[in-house]
C-alpha cells in the first residue's frame, strides 16, 4: 500500500508552534470557542470518562474550561498532548509531547479522546482517525474540531490574485481544508459508529489585514506546506494583497472580515449496546400514513386513477 501524499511540513510545523507558544493566548479565542463547545457537548453526555486525552491541547484551554464545567466531575485524568513541547511547558498538568501522527496510546486504553483546531495538520487523517479509535475502549467518544470549509476563503482570493498578477503564477499559500460531508466519511471509514460532523461559521473582524496575519502567526496557523512555493512572499505582492483585502472584503466602519469554519465531528467506538440503525423494510408504518398523504407509484401522476 502506497504512503499518503505530504501535504505537510509536520517539523516546520513545530517550529511555528514553538514561535508562537509565548503568545498564543493573545490570539486563543478561536480554541477557546471550539474547546468551549466540545465541553457543552459532553456536559450532557451523563456518563464517566475515566481517562481523557487532549490531542493539540496547545495551552491547555480545554482542561480550563472543563475545570469550571458540570461534567468535570465525569471526567477523570486528562492527558494534555501536543506537538511542540514549549506549547506544554510551564503547567502542572499532566503532558506528553506526541505526534497525532503516531500516537503511543495502548488498544483500548482511553474512554474520551477531545481535539480543539489541530488535526487539520495531520497529513494521513484517516490513518490518525483510525489509531484513535483503536486506541478508545469500546463505546469510547472522540471529539475534534478542526478548520475546514471556507476558512480563510478572503485572504486565500486575495493572495492568489495578486501573486499572478504581479508574479505571473501563485503558489499554494493556504491549505486546502475539508468540508463536514469529508470528515462525516471519514469517520465511517475509520470504523466509528454513529458519527456525526456540523459547522460552525465565525466571522472575525480586524481594523486590518494585517492583524489577522498576525493572529495566524499567534495561533502557528501560518503556511506549512510541504510543497509551498519556494520563494517567500514578497512586500510587493502581500502589498497588493492587502490593499485587495480591504476594497473588497470591508464593511462601512472600515474593517475587513475573515471567516473561519469550525467543523466539529463526532464518533463512538463502536460497541453491541449502541443504538443501530434500522434495517430497510422494518418500519412498523408506512410514511405516507404517518404524513397523512397517498401514496403514489412511480410515473404515476397525481389525480390520475391507476388502471
Known amino acids: 500500500m502506497s504512503a499518503p501524499p505530504r501535504l505537510f511540513?509536520?517539523?516546520?510545523?513545530?517550529?511555528?508552534?514553538?514561535?508562537?507558544?509565548?503568545?498564543?493566548?493573545?490570539?486563543?479565542?478561536?480554541?477557546?470557542?471550539?474547546?468551549?463547545?466540545?465541553?457543552?457537548?459532553?456536559?450532557?453526555?451523563?456518563?464517566?470518562?475515566?481517562?481523557?486525552?487532549?490531542?493539540?491541547?496547545?495551552?491547555?484551554?480545554?482542561?480550563?474550561?472543563?475545570?469550571?464545567?458540570?461534567?468535570?466531575?465525569?471526567?477523570?485524568?486528562?492527558?494534555?498532548?501536543?506537538?511542540?513541547?514549549?506549547?506544554?511547558?510551564?503547567?502542572?498538568?499532566?503532558?506528553?509531547?506526541?505526534?497525532?501522527?503516531?500516537?503511543?496510546?495502548?488498544?483500548?486504553?482511553?474512554?474520551?479522546?477531545?481535539?480543539?483546531?489541530?488535526?487539520?495538520?495531520?497529513?494521513?487523517?484517516?490513518?490518525?482517525?483510525?489509531?484513535?479509535?483503536?486506541?478508545?475502549?469500546?463505546?469510547?467518544?472522540?471529539?475534534?474540531?478542526?478548520?475546514?470549509?471556507?476558512?480563510?476563503?478572503?485572504?486565500?482570493?486575495?493572495?492568489?490574485?495578486?501573486e499572478s498578477e504581479l508574479s505571473g503564477g501563485a503558489g499554494l499559500r493556504i491549505a486546502p481544508f475539508a468540508d463536514a460531508y469529508d470528515v462525516a466519511g471519514l469517520l465511517q471509514r475509520a470504523g466509528f459508529a454513529l458519527p456525526v460532523a456540523d459547522v460552525d461559521r465565525v466571522t472575525v473582524r480586524y481594523d486590518h489585514p494585517l492583524k489577522l496575519i498576525q493572529d495566524l502567526r499567534r495561533m502557528g496557523e501560518t503556511n506549512a506546506l510541504a510543497d509551498r512555493q519556494g520563494k517567500p512572499l514578497t512586500r510587493a505582492v502581500l502589498a497588493r494583497a492587502m490593499g485587495l483585502y480591504q476594497d473588497r472584503f470591508s464593511d462601512p466602519d472600515g474593517k475587513v472580515r475573515a471567516t473561519f469554519d469550525i467543523l466539529t465531528m463526532t464518533g463512538w467506538a463502536p460497541h453491541p449496546d449502541q443504538q443501530q440503525p434500522l434495517k430497510p423494510g422494518s418500519a412498523k408504518m408506512r410514511l405516507a400514513d404517518a404524513l397523512g398523504a397517498i401514496e403514489q407509484s412511480a410515473g404515476e401522476k397525481p389525480g390520475e386513477e391507476p388502471s
Open 9 to 162: 511540513d509536520r517539523s516546520l510545523h513545530r517550529a511555528r508552534l514553538d514561535r508562537a507558544a509565548l503568545d498564543f493566548a493573545a490570539a486563543d479565542f478561536l480554541k477557546a470557542r471550539a474547546a468551549g463547545d466540545m465541553v457543552e457537548r459532553i456536559e450532557i453526555i451523563l456518563r464517566d470518562f475515566p481517562v481523557c486525552v487532549d490531542l493539540g491541547s496547545r495551552s491547555g484551554i480545554f482542561s480550563q474550561i472543563l475545570s469550571a464545567s458540570d461534567a468535570r466531575p465525569r471526567v477523570g485524568t486528562v492527558i494534555e498532548t501536543d506537538l511542540s513541547g514549549t506549547m506544554l511547558a510551564g503547567r502542572d498538568s499532566l503532558r506528553l509531547q506526541v505526534d497525532e501522527e503516531a500516537l503511543p496510546f495502548g488498544v483500548a486504553s482511553l474512554d474520551l479522546v477531545v481535539s480543539s483546531l489541530a488535526l487539520h495538520w495531520v497529513n494521513d487523517l484517516p490513518g490518525t482517525l483510525i489509531q484513535i479509535r483503536r486506541a478508545l475502549r469500546p463505546d469510547g467518544l472522540f471529539m475534534a474540531a478542526i478548520f475546514g470549509g471556507q476558512t480563510l476563503t478572503e485572504l486565500r482570493q486575495c493572495l492568489i490574485e495578486a
